[in-house]
């Protein structure tokens, strides 16, 4: 099983809406997928209709409640989530006194891969021990960078801290994300791409009203939108590449 995480210290710049749309193209694959929701405003958990569990952050850490136990399914074949639960707010506290502290997502994911090919971690915004949690779990971290200096510089700063700690920055894997090809700083940004985005990924998700209807249909994009869709085929777009940078075959 690999695992893919959607992080940013931001918020608003699109992680959830790539967790889902990423997440239900990986499952139409082919590849058993779970969406497991961390962040307690549970975007990705009603986009998939997962309905809430009674499990507190707590019990799951300790191994009292399987994580496996808190799997719903969503109306996708292969594709199922682990909804956010609001007491999820905590675990940040909690896990700080797990030993060792940064290992313990990685510990809870482990009986997945028996079933799974594939877990996608919609994260919270900032950097705490939930974040670092993610870092050593995750084989690839996707970070939604909006086309803008402040967004390019959240993503520097992330940098700066996995040089600080240690962390393997080829993890590591920005694309664009609510690109307004309109505005003259996102198409510069876009063509001259800062050296800080060197490995981006090549596809660039658009400002599309089509990705934030997706509350509206609750569900992803691939779901409602017309096939020549750009937003759709730049998600198609992402999925493959991720889908390769996992080491996963795709046609
Ligand atoms: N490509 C996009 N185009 C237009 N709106 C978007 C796009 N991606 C996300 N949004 C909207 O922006 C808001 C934040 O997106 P979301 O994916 O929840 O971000 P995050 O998870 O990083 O906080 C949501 O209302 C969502 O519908
Ligand atoms: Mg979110």
Redesign the pocket.
Not at 10 to 19: D, I, L, Q, R
């Given at each position: 099983m690999k695992t893919l995480a959607?992080y940013?210290i931001?918020?608003?710049?699109?992680?959830?809406?790539?967790?889902v749309n990423l997440a239900y193209f990986a499952a139409a694959s082919g590849l058993r997928t779970v969406v497991w929701d961390l962040?307690s405003?549970a975007?990705s958990t009603w986009y998939l209709h997962g309905e809430q569990s009674a499990a507190k952050a707590k019990s799951v850490l300790s191994g009292d409640t399987p994580l496996g136990r808190l799997v719903k399914p969503t109306p996708y074949d292969k594709l199922t989530v682990i909804p956010a639960e609001f007491s999820y707010r905590y675990f940040d506290i909690l896990l700080k006194k797990v030993d060792p502290p940064r290992e313990a997502f990685k510990r809870l994911l482990k009986p997945f891969s028996e079933q799974y090919s594939l877990a996608v971690l919609?994260c919270p915004?900032a950097i705490s021990h939930l974040a670092d949690n993610v870092f050593t779990a995750a084989d690839l971290i996707l970070v939604?960078v909006v086309p803008t200096h402040l967004s390019l510089r959240a993503y520097e700063q992330l940098r700066e801290y996995f040089e600080q700690e240690g962390l393997p920055l080829r993890k590591l894997k920005p694309f664009y994300?609510?690109?307004d090809r309109r505005r003259s700083l996102h198409r510069e940004l876009i063509e001259n791409p800062p050296a800080l985005m060197q490995n981006a990924a090549t596809a660039v998700?658009?400002?599309?009203?089509m990705?934030?209807r997706?509350?509206e249909h609750r569900a992803p994009v691939a779901a409602y939108a017309p096939g020549d869709d750009a937003?759709l085929n730049a998600y198609a777009e992402l999925w493959l590449e991720v889908a390769d940078t996992l080491g996963f075959k795709t046609p």
């Open positions: 959607l940013n931001k918020g608003g710049v699109g992680k959830s809406a790539g967790a962040d405003q975007a919609d915004p939604p994300s609510m690109a998700i658009p400002y599309s009203s990705v934030e997706m509350g937003a």
